[in-house]
């Protein structure tokens, strides 16, 4: 009897044992499944993300996160000077002039000097030229002669030109507030106090436009200066003399012309002179006769 008990004890706990085995297996394929429909919606998640990915390398960004900036446009103002000699130096101061014209700058100033013949012997020109083709034009006057001297020179001004801009800017908004200002005022004093700082700043404005331009001018036009002289002649050079000998020089020179400007002056007027005086000597000659002519005594009456 106990041995048999003792039987349905163990089949009881084998099938216990067996039915607890069951629901594991079917929780676990249970979770097993959940995973498996679940993978999918984080494989389709993904490709998200790479678009993502995919749409951020479409637009640069540097290593703070923010976009890269444009390179800025340096602004540079070019000056040179340039000597060449040649024998017919009125030739190649044309030929120069075409040059300049072709490239389309301008001639600013021009300087000849001559003999008493008439023939140039030195020509010295201002040229301005479009900064672009400033190497072109140093090219190609050098080709008109030969080159004794070269001097060249490079100023950058971007940050002035920034800067001018920056405050144009800044001085054209605060003209569109001084005028909504002007809008609302009401009272004749405020009316006075708001046109009187308008004018101001619109004069600010009027000298930094005019200062924008200046430099604009600098920058889109270089300026060569060019000397054409006769083989073996330096150019000339002004000299700038101090000192007792330069002002006795000087005021040498001054007395001089003052000399000369009035001895001009008098031969002008000499022949009125002698016309003047053919007519006035014989006239004073006759009230002087005239003065010493004695005048008749008036006859005294008869007594009778």
């Known amino acids: 009897m106990a041995k048999t ?3 349905a004890m163990a089949a009881g706990v084998v099938l216990a ?3 607890l085995s069951g629901c594991s297996g079917s929780g676990n394929e249970s979770a097993s499944s959940a995973g498996d429909a679940a993978a999918p919606q984080l494989g389709d ?3 998200k993300g790479d ?3 995919s749409t ?3 637009a640069p960004k540097d290593k703070g996160g923010a976009p890269a900036q444009p390179a800025l446009t340096r602004a540079i103002v070019k000056t040179g000077s340039l000597t060449i000699e040649h024998e017919d130096i009125d030739k190649q101061r044309q030929a120069a002039i075409s040059v300049v014209t072709g490239l389309r700058g301008q001639v600013a100033s021009e300087d000849t000097g001559s003999r008493s013949d008439g ?3 030195r020509a010295n020109l201002v040229l301005k030229v479009p900064t672009a083709a400033y190497e072109t034009a140093i090219e190609r006057l050098s080709a008109l002669g030969k080159r004794t001297a070269i001097h060249q020179e490079s100023t950058d001004v971007t940050e002035q030109v920034v800067d001018v801009d920056s405050r144009i800017a800044s001085q054209r908004a605060s003209l569109e507030r001084m005028r909504a200002l002007l809008a609302k005022a009401t009272t004749i004093a405020e009316i006075v106090s708001v046109e009187s700082e308008l004018t ?3 004069a600010d404005l ?3 436009l005019a200062k924008q331009k200046a430099l604009s001018g600098q920058t889109e036009l270089a300026t060569l200066s060019l000397v054409i002289v006769e083989p073996g002649k330096a150019p000339v050079e002004a000299k700038d003399d101090k000192g007792f000998l330069a002002g006795l020089a000087g005021g040498w020179n001054a007395f001089t012309a003052t000399f000369v400007a009035l001895a001009t002056v008098l031969g002008a007027l000499l022949p009125f002179l002698v016309a003047l005086a053919l007519i006035a000597v014989p006239l004073w000659r006759f009230r002087h006769r005239l003065r010493r002519t004695p005048i008749a005594a008036p006859s005294a009456p008869d007594p009778s």
């Open 119 to 121: 023939r140039i012997t």
């Open 56 to 58: 951020g390398q479409a």
């Open 17 to 19: 044992a067996v039915v």
């Open 51 to 53: 678009t993502a990915g």
């Open 45 to 47: 998640a993904q490709p």
């Open 200 to 202: 101001r700043r619109e």
């Open 206 to 208: 009027e000298a930094l």
């Open 5 to 7: 008990r003792i039987t």
